[in-house]
């Protein structure tokens, strides 16, 4: 990703030269980002940890993963803003294997259809979600007619819940917080048209602080740890 | 074909439902339950309950000086404050002199 973004930066560089002092108008754009996070999720991971104590190997993933619909508004030269609405899922489980004769015996029995499903079945089931509302601006390091290059930070808000499913059980915690996201991003200033569409490609990689303590006597501290590297690819329609 | 597709959905509902052998690695309890555990050499004793939030939400045995060898306990399901703990999936930590020993783990359920 950060190659990516590299290499669009050089690519864009010398029309950046030439040109950074007569390209900019006014303008906005929005659209779906895709985004894929590291968090920390500190306590999460003591969790794993204990249930790995009880002989329960819960599989936590490491990505979390997400989208957004983001707004991005040039109201300067060198200034721009961004707004969006995202949500990012990490996922963790234990699973237990089916019994391989009674796996082939239901392949069998359904005419395959069995067999789409997997060997194994979700015994316990943990799903820590964030859903975030983000304000930032940016400052425009460079512009070009083919790209822009600029560095932002702004503020955060994020509901988060936990939910955690047994065989029997579930339980759900909620929380929410304020966070700081900072990063870095290279625009696509010229449109590619995707069949009839212009379409304006971005690239953001940052770093967001955003630790959410779950709410209720019973979670006692407990934090969902959504701090960590952001990698974000953002298609827009520009206007 | 809707006797086929009969015959399918009710082989799958009836396979599945046989798959799992449902040996979990923890015990599924509905009431109070007795838990034994086994102490290498003799120490000072604590066992807690803890929910899925790792908070402790009941002290079961509390720095009692305890014999090497098989021990047990129970517990109540309920909290430190007498209240029946909500359907969910807790632990008990064994510690000996202040070092984890074992931990159980339990899906309690109504």
């Not at chain 1, 975030?132 to 930070?153: C, H, K, P």
């Not at chain 1, 759900?172 to 010229?190: A, C, F, N, P, Y």
């Not at chain 2, 309950?49 to 720095?63: E, G, K």
Request: aromatic share 10%; net charge negative.
């Amino acid at each position: 990703m950060i190659a990516l973004m590299l290499l669009l930066c050089a690519l864009g560089q010398p029309e950046i030269q030439e040109e950074e002092h007569d390209t900019f108008s006014p303008g906005f754009r929005f659209g779906p980002c895709f985004i894929a996070s590291f968090p920390s999720m500190q306590d999460e991971k003591d969790f794993a940890g204990m249930n790995s104590e009880a002989g329960l190997e819960l599989d936590l993933g490491t990505v979390a993963w997400g989208g957004s619909i983001e707004f991005l508004g040039d109201i300067g030269r060198k200034v721009r803003v961004r707004g969006s609405v995202g949500v990012l899922r990490l996922h963790g489980a234990y699973e237990d294997e089916y019994d391989p004769l009674s796996y082939i015996l239901l392949g069998i029995c359904t005419g395959g259809i069995g067999f789409l499903f997997g060997p194994e079945e979700e015994v316990v089931d943990l799903d820590d979600q964030a859903l975030s509302i983000e304000a930032q601006a940016y400052y425009v390091l460079t512009r070009g007619s083919s790209v822009s290059l600029s560095i932002g930070a702004g503020p955060v808000y994020t509901s988060v819940r936990r939910q955690l499913d047994s065989p029997n059980t579930s339980t759900l915690g909620k929380g929410s917080g304020l966070g700081l996201v900072t990063s870095i991003r290279v625009d696509q200033e010229s449109s590619t048209t995707l069949g009839c569409i212009p379409l304006k490609f971005a690239l953001e990689a940052g770093y967001r602080f955003n630790s959410v303590t779950l709410d209720g006597e019973e979670a006692d501290g407990f934090t969902l740890d959504f701090s960590g590297p952001v990698l974000k690819v953002g298609s827009y329609l520009g206007f | 074909m809707k006797s086929a597709l009969l015959f399918v959905v009710t082989a799958g509902i009836l396979v599945l439902s046989g798959c799992t052998d449902a040996t979990f690695p923890f015990e599924q309890v509905t009431s109070g339950f007795d838990f034994s555990y086994n102490l290498p050499e003799a120490g000072v004793v604590d066992i807690t309950v803890l929910n899925c939030y790792m908070s402790s939400i009941r002290t079961l045995v509390s720095s009692e000086q305890q014999g090497s060898g098989q021990h047990s306990s129970s517990w109540d399901l309920m909290d430190t404050d007498e209240e029946r703990v909500e359907n969910g999936l807790y632990y008990i930590r064994v510690k000996i002199d202040d070092l984890l020993l074992e931990t159980k783990m339990y899906e309690v359920s109504s």
